[in-house]
T-cell receptor, first 109, second 113 residues
Framework: DAKTTQPTSMDCAEGRAANLPCNHS???????VYWYRQIHSQGPQYIIH???NNETNEMASLIITEDRKSSTLILPHATLRDTAVYYC??????????FGTGTSLTVIP | NAGVTQTPKFQVLKTGQSMTLQCAQD?????MSWYRQDPGMGLRLIHY???????DQGEVPNGYNVSRSTTEDFPLRLLSAAPSQTSVYFC????????????FGPGTRLTVT
């Protein structure tokens, strides 16, 4: 599965949109982009995933560039409870999940 | 549904001792897996199973055994604990479908002295 690159940490003001980038320049055509987050020491939580098209659910939006070499997770109105480590994972369906070190997002009051 | 449950929540072992970390899910998920997370690092896959009777190794399998006799349970056995196995262990399950959305348990914090 392709490797991903994420910034180590980011800050976001409460109520503003949080935009978390992820680079996956070696992604292949059958690899999906997944996002998970881990709040404090809890088990990771699924957020969203996509292949080519942009996706939106009740938690977030996923924007994938046309060449699929990068993506952005958008939390539209960040709250303090969104402070967490966010993991971007690229994988082929059926293959295993490999978590990197993710982006530590701090939402500031 | 209870989701994914793990026991115990905390455990302290002496070097050389063996133990089993329990994991159970009540969502009838085919896929189950074990991860470990060391301080400041991401999760690393230890073992996984795509169904009862089928297991395979992940990224860091040495020192651990698993079995999957039922769909619901996926225990992780530490054969002879070592200080390097001090970590937080997470179990996860997911359906085998297009999303493979994984549901994680609360974790077991293991310290080996």
């Amino acid at each position: 599965d392709a490797k991903t690159t994420q910034p180590t940490s980011m800050d976001c003001a409460e109520g503003r949109a949080a935009n978390l980038p992820c680079n996956h320049s070696t992604i292949s055509g059958n690899e999906y982009v997944y996002w998970y987050r881990q709040i404090h020491s809890q088990g990771p939580q699924y957020i969203i995933h996509g292949l080519k098209n942009n996706e939106t659910n009740e938690m977030a939006s996923l924007i994938i560039t046309e060449d699929r070499k990068s993506s952005t997770l958008i939390l539209p109105h960040a709250t303090l409870r969104d402070t967490a480590v966010y993991y971007c994972i690229v994988r082929v369906i059926g293959n295993q999940f490999y978590f990197g070190t993710g982006t530590s997002l701090t939402v500031i009051p | 549904n209870a989701g994914v449950t793990q026991t115990p929540k905390f455990q302290v072992l002496k070097t050389g001792q063996s133990m089993t970390l329990q994991c159970a899910q009540d969502m009838n998920h085919e896929y189950m897996s074990w991860y470990r997370q060391d301080p400041g690092m991401g999760l690393r896959l230890i073992h996984y199973s795509v169904g009862a009777g089928i297991t395979d190794q992940g990224e860091v399998p040495n020192g651990y055994n698993v079995s999957r006799s039922t769909t619901e349970d996926f225990p992780l056995r530490l054969l002879s604990a070592a200080p390097s196995q001090t970590s937080v262990y997470f179990c996860a399950s997911s359906p085998v479908d297009i999303s493979y959305e994984q549901y994680f348990g609360p974790g077991t914090r293991l310290t080996v002295t």
